[in-house]
Protein backbone atom coordinates (compact mmCIF):
# COMPACT_ATOMS: atom_id res chain seq x y z
CA UNK A 1 0.00 0.00 0.00
CA UNK A 2 1.17 3.91 -0.77
CA UNK A 3 1.76 5.07 2.28
CA UNK A 4 4.30 8.36 4.11
CA UNK A 5 5.07 8.27 7.61
CA UNK A 6 6.45 11.01 9.51
CA UNK A 7 7.83 9.44 12.49
CA UNK A 8 8.25 12.71 14.48
CA UNK A 9 5.30 14.33 15.67
CA UNK A 10 6.07 17.28 17.45
CA UNK A 11 10.00 18.38 17.38
CA UNK A 12 11.62 21.26 19.26
CA UNK A 13 14.74 23.03 18.47
CA UNK A 14 16.47 26.46 19.43
CA UNK A 15 16.89 28.67 17.14
CA UNK A 16 20.17 28.53 15.13
CA UNK A 17 20.10 24.99 15.67
CA UNK A 18 20.26 22.70 12.77
CA UNK A 19 16.77 21.00 11.92
CA UNK A 20 16.42 17.16 9.81
CA UNK A 21 12.70 16.09 9.83
CA UNK A 22 12.07 12.45 8.46
CA UNK A 23 10.09 10.93 5.86
CA UNK A 24 9.82 7.56 5.18
CA UNK A 25 7.79 6.35 1.84
CA UNK A 26 5.95 3.79 0.63
CA UNK A 27 5.39 3.43 -3.14
CA UNK A 28 5.61 0.75 -5.79
CA UNK A 29 6.98 2.83 -8.36
CA UNK A 30 9.50 5.94 -8.45
CA UNK A 31 8.19 8.54 -6.61
CA UNK A 32 7.29 12.22 -7.06
CA UNK A 33 8.24 14.05 -3.71
CA UNK A 34 6.91 17.08 -2.04
CA UNK A 35 7.92 18.87 1.50
CA UNK A 36 4.99 21.48 2.38
CA UNK A 37 4.85 23.82 5.18
CA UNK A 38 1.90 25.42 6.88
CA UNK A 39 1.87 27.97 9.36
CA UNK A 40 -1.50 28.57 11.66
CA UNK A 41 -4.68 29.04 10.08
CA UNK A 42 -3.08 28.81 6.81
CA UNK A 43 -2.93 26.75 3.62
CA UNK A 44 -0.14 24.80 2.28
CA UNK A 45 3.20 26.11 0.81
CA UNK A 46 5.16 23.84 -1.21
CA UNK A 47 9.13 23.73 -0.16
CA UNK A 48 10.46 21.88 -2.31
CA UNK A 49 9.84 18.92 -4.61
CA UNK A 50 11.86 16.07 -6.19
CA UNK A 51 10.97 14.50 -9.52
CA UNK A 52 14.26 13.24 -11.20
CA UNK A 53 17.79 14.18 -11.11
CA UNK A 54 20.39 15.17 -8.37
CA UNK A 55 18.85 14.02 -5.03
CA UNK A 56 19.90 16.50 -3.05
CA UNK A 57 16.81 19.30 -4.03
CA UNK A 58 16.94 22.65 -2.53
CA UNK A 59 14.27 24.63 -1.54
CA UNK A 60 12.64 28.05 -0.73
CA UNK A 61 13.85 29.64 2.88
CA UNK A 62 17.26 27.74 2.93
CA UNK A 63 15.59 24.28 3.28
CA UNK A 64 16.94 21.03 1.41
CA UNK A 65 15.80 17.45 1.63
CA UNK A 66 17.77 13.92 0.31
CA UNK A 67 15.84 11.47 -1.83
CA UNK A 68 17.73 8.26 -0.41
CA UNK A 69 15.58 5.14 -2.70
CA UNK A 70 17.54 2.49 -0.66
CA UNK A 71 16.26 3.74 2.55
CA UNK A 72 12.89 5.14 0.74
CA UNK A 73 13.56 8.27 2.63
CA UNK A 74 13.25 12.30 1.88
CA UNK A 75 14.50 14.12 5.01
CA UNK A 76 14.21 17.66 5.24
CA UNK A 77 16.90 19.97 6.35
CA UNK A 78 17.78 23.12 7.37
CA UNK A 79 21.18 24.19 8.84
CA UNK A 80 20.16 27.00 10.89
CA UNK A 81 16.89 27.41 11.98
CA UNK A 82 15.16 31.15 12.33
CA UNK A 83 11.89 31.62 15.14
CA UNK A 84 9.65 31.88 11.78
CA UNK A 85 10.29 28.33 10.84
CA UNK A 86 7.56 27.23 13.50
CA UNK A 87 5.09 25.41 11.47
CA UNK A 88 3.87 21.79 10.80
CA UNK A 89 5.44 20.50 7.83
CA UNK A 90 4.12 17.64 5.93
CA UNK A 91 6.10 15.44 3.51
CA UNK A 92 3.81 14.06 0.48
CA UNK A 93 4.19 11.63 -2.31
CA UNK A 94 2.73 11.71 -5.71
CA UNK A 95 2.69 8.91 -8.64
CA UNK A 96 3.89 9.82 -12.29
CA UNK A 97 0.36 9.87 -13.45
CA UNK A 98 -1.57 12.81 -14.85
CA UNK A 99 -3.73 12.95 -11.63
CA UNK A 100 -1.44 14.72 -9.49
CA UNK A 101 -2.85 13.29 -6.23
CA UNK A 102 -1.02 13.25 -3.48
CA UNK A 103 -0.78 11.01 -0.09
CA UNK A 104 0.41 12.95 3.09
CA UNK A 105 2.03 11.98 5.85
CA UNK A 106 0.62 13.01 9.42
CA UNK A 107 3.21 15.97 9.91
CA UNK A 108 5.32 17.21 12.16
CA UNK A 109 4.87 20.52 14.22
CA UNK A 110 7.81 22.20 14.38
CA UNK A 111 8.07 24.37 17.79
CA UNK A 112 11.47 26.68 18.12
CA UNK A 113 12.75 28.60 21.17
CA UNK A 114 14.66 31.74 21.43
CA UNK B 1 -2.77 36.30 -9.28
CA UNK B 2 -5.27 35.13 -6.81
CA UNK B 3 -4.54 31.18 -7.11
CA UNK B 4 -6.92 28.73 -5.47
CA UNK B 5 -9.95 30.19 -3.56
CA UNK B 6 -12.28 28.51 -1.41
CA UNK B 7 -15.38 29.62 -0.03
CA UNK B 8 -16.80 30.11 3.19
CA UNK B 9 -13.42 30.39 5.10
CA UNK B 10 -15.86 29.16 8.47
CA UNK B 11 -18.92 27.30 9.10
CA UNK B 12 -20.81 25.70 11.39
CA UNK B 13 -23.04 23.63 10.58
CA UNK B 14 -26.16 21.07 12.81
CA UNK B 15 -26.12 17.66 12.11
CA UNK B 16 -28.23 16.24 9.03
CA UNK B 17 -27.73 20.15 7.40
CA UNK B 18 -26.32 19.97 4.22
CA UNK B 19 -23.33 22.38 2.25
CA UNK B 20 -21.53 23.10 -0.73
CA UNK B 21 -17.94 24.53 -0.26
CA UNK B 22 -16.70 26.23 -3.27
CA UNK B 23 -13.49 26.36 -5.06
CA UNK B 24 -12.06 28.04 -7.72
CA UNK B 25 -8.83 28.71 -9.42
CA UNK B 26 -7.49 31.19 -12.24
CA UNK B 27 -4.32 28.84 -12.93
CA UNK B 28 -6.03 27.24 -15.68
CA UNK B 29 -4.89 24.18 -14.39
CA UNK B 30 -6.54 20.52 -15.25
CA UNK B 31 -6.59 18.72 -11.80
CA UNK B 32 -8.64 19.77 -8.58
CA UNK B 33 -8.88 17.96 -5.11
CA UNK B 34 -10.19 18.20 -2.24
CA UNK B 35 -8.45 17.15 0.80
CA UNK B 36 -9.54 17.07 4.74
CA UNK B 37 -7.41 17.95 7.50
CA UNK B 38 -7.49 15.76 11.16
CA UNK B 39 -4.99 16.04 13.47
CA UNK B 40 -2.61 13.45 13.38
CA UNK B 41 -4.01 12.18 10.44
CA UNK B 42 -2.15 14.92 7.60
CA UNK B 43 -4.29 15.59 4.48
CA UNK B 44 -6.81 13.08 3.51
CA UNK B 45 -8.23 13.09 -0.39
CA UNK B 46 -12.12 13.08 -0.48
CA UNK B 47 -12.59 13.59 -4.00
CA UNK B 48 -10.39 14.48 -7.23
CA UNK B 49 -10.96 15.58 -10.73
CA UNK B 50 -8.19 14.88 -13.32
CA UNK B 51 -9.84 17.20 -15.66
CA UNK B 52 -12.84 18.68 -16.61
CA UNK B 53 -16.02 16.48 -16.83
CA UNK B 54 -14.13 13.91 -14.39
CA UNK B 55 -14.64 12.89 -11.06
CA UNK B 56 -12.91 10.14 -8.67
CA UNK B 57 -13.03 9.37 -5.25
CA UNK B 58 -10.22 9.06 -3.12
CA UNK B 59 -9.15 8.21 0.44
CA UNK B 60 -12.13 8.96 2.37
CA UNK B 61 -15.37 10.13 0.17
CA UNK B 62 -18.39 8.72 2.43
CA UNK B 63 -20.89 11.12 2.76
CA UNK B 64 -19.65 13.57 -0.08
CA UNK B 65 -20.43 14.89 -3.57
CA UNK B 66 -18.29 16.47 -5.86
CA UNK B 67 -19.11 18.63 -9.18
CA UNK B 68 -16.39 19.80 -11.70
CA UNK B 69 -18.61 22.64 -12.73
CA UNK B 70 -16.18 23.80 -15.31
CA UNK B 71 -12.38 24.37 -15.70
CA UNK B 72 -12.13 26.36 -12.90
CA UNK B 73 -14.51 25.79 -10.04
CA UNK B 74 -14.83 22.22 -8.23
CA UNK B 75 -17.26 22.35 -5.17
CA UNK B 76 -17.69 19.88 -2.52
CA UNK B 77 -21.44 18.87 -1.15
CA UNK B 78 -22.06 17.76 2.30
CA UNK B 79 -25.10 16.07 1.74
CA UNK B 80 -26.23 15.19 5.59
CA UNK B 81 -23.46 16.83 7.92
CA UNK B 82 -22.61 14.60 10.55
CA UNK B 83 -19.97 15.52 13.65
CA UNK B 84 -17.25 13.17 12.04
CA UNK B 85 -17.46 15.27 8.93
CA UNK B 86 -15.82 18.15 11.27
CA UNK B 87 -12.84 19.19 9.53
CA UNK B 88 -10.36 21.70 7.94
CA UNK B 89 -11.11 21.39 4.33
CA UNK B 90 -8.64 22.26 1.65
CA UNK B 91 -8.77 22.17 -2.46
CA UNK B 92 -6.13 22.21 -4.57
CA UNK B 93 -5.26 22.34 -8.14
CA UNK B 94 -1.89 20.97 -10.48
CA UNK B 95 -1.68 21.83 -13.82
CA UNK B 96 -0.85 19.71 -17.01
CA UNK B 97 2.98 20.20 -17.47
CA UNK B 98 4.28 16.68 -18.06
CA UNK B 99 2.64 13.54 -16.89
CA UNK B 100 2.43 13.62 -13.31
CA UNK B 101 5.13 16.62 -13.14
CA UNK B 102 3.69 19.39 -11.44
CA UNK B 103 2.90 21.04 -7.85
CA UNK B 104 -0.13 21.19 -6.21
CA UNK B 105 -1.61 24.56 -4.98
CA UNK B 106 -4.02 24.99 -2.24
CA UNK B 107 -6.55 27.23 -1.31
CA UNK B 108 -6.44 28.45 2.50
CA UNK B 109 -8.95 25.87 3.72
CA UNK B 110 -12.64 25.61 5.12
CA UNK B 111 -12.97 25.08 9.03
CA UNK B 112 -16.18 23.46 9.30
CA UNK B 113 -17.92 22.38 12.21
CA UNK B 114 -20.72 19.94 12.41
CA UNK B 115 -22.26 19.90 16.30
Not at chain 1, 68 to 90: I, M, T
Not at chain 1, 103 to 114: N, R, Y
Not at chain 2, 33 to 58: C, F, H, N, V
Amino acid sequence: AQSVTQPDIHITVSEGASLELRCNYSYGATPYLFWYVQSPGQGLQLLLKYFSGDTLVQGIKGFEAEFKRSQSSFNLRKPSVHWSDAAEYFCAVGGRSNTGKLIFGQGTTLQVKP
Amino acid sequence: NAGVTQTPKFQVLKTGQSMTLQCAQDMNHNSMYWYRQDPGMGLRLIYYSASEGTTDKGEVPNGYNVSRLNKREFSLRLESAAPSQTSVYFCASSGPGQVGNTEAFFGQGTRLTVV
